[in-house]
């Protein structure tokens, strides 16, 4: 049996990655796999976590060994690691700044004989930079919605969105024109009134 999964960035929802697996085939796999893709450093740190409805870290599987009965990926195999409809995972890359792919299962399909699993059905965007330094701009996930029609005009996922920095920028400037208008009027005042004491 084929699992399939959609994988979207918090940082740019212009990114998507599609990928088939065969469900005997385990998260290790799929780290593999992302890490291929993504063009990422294969040495840096990573995790996947069973995650809730609303993306809440539940079960960690970690790439090595932990000890304390931590569960790893090379064990997590996808046929016992999916077991409802739009399960939801997270693939933690940037721990330092909690950075994260958010995963979920939307289906699965018949195995094709001249295929060979994994492999990515569908790519489109820039991959989110492996290490960043300073603050990023997020969107906040709270279901991804996947669509059993092809509408294009359906969203992937929610419409919440964080106030992004130009947003900021832009309420700053009104509040400082506010300013600017009250400060004048207060001199224009001022000046009247050393007239009329003349």
Avoid at 8 to 21: Q, V
Avoid at 79 to 93: A, C, G, H, P, S
Avoid at 128 to 140: D, N, S
């Amino acid at each position: 049996m084929v699992y399939k999964f959609v994988v979207l960035s918090d940082e740019d929802e212009t990114f998507i990655r599609e990928f088939d697996f065969l469900d005997s085939q385990t998260l290790m796999d799929f780290h593999n796999t992302l890490q291929e893709e993504l063009e990422f450093d294969r040495s840096q740190i990573a995790s996947f976590y069973l995650a809730s409805d609303n993306w809440e870290k539940e079960e960690e599987f970690t790439l090595f060994d932990m000890g304390a009965g931590s569960s790893t990926m090379d064990d997590a195999i996808l046929e016992d690691v999916i077991f409802r409809k739009n399960q939801k995972l997270l693939y933690v890359f940037d721990f330092f700044n909690d950075r994260a792919l958010f995963i979920e299962y939307v289906g699965e399909a018949s195995e094709e004989e001249d295929k060979e699993y994994p492999f990515c059905s569908n790519s489109k965007g820039l991959a989110p930079k492996q290490v960043t330094f300073g603050a990023v701009t997020r969107k906040k996930y709270n279901n991804l919605v996947v669509a059993d029609d092809d509408d294009d005009d359906e969203p992937l996922m929610g419409d919440e969105i964080f106030l992004n920095s130009a947003d900021e920028e832009g309420l700053n400037e009104a509040e400082e024109e506010d300013e600017e208008d009250d400060f004048d009027d207060n001199l224009d005042g001022s000046e009247e009134e050393e007239d009329e004491d003349e």
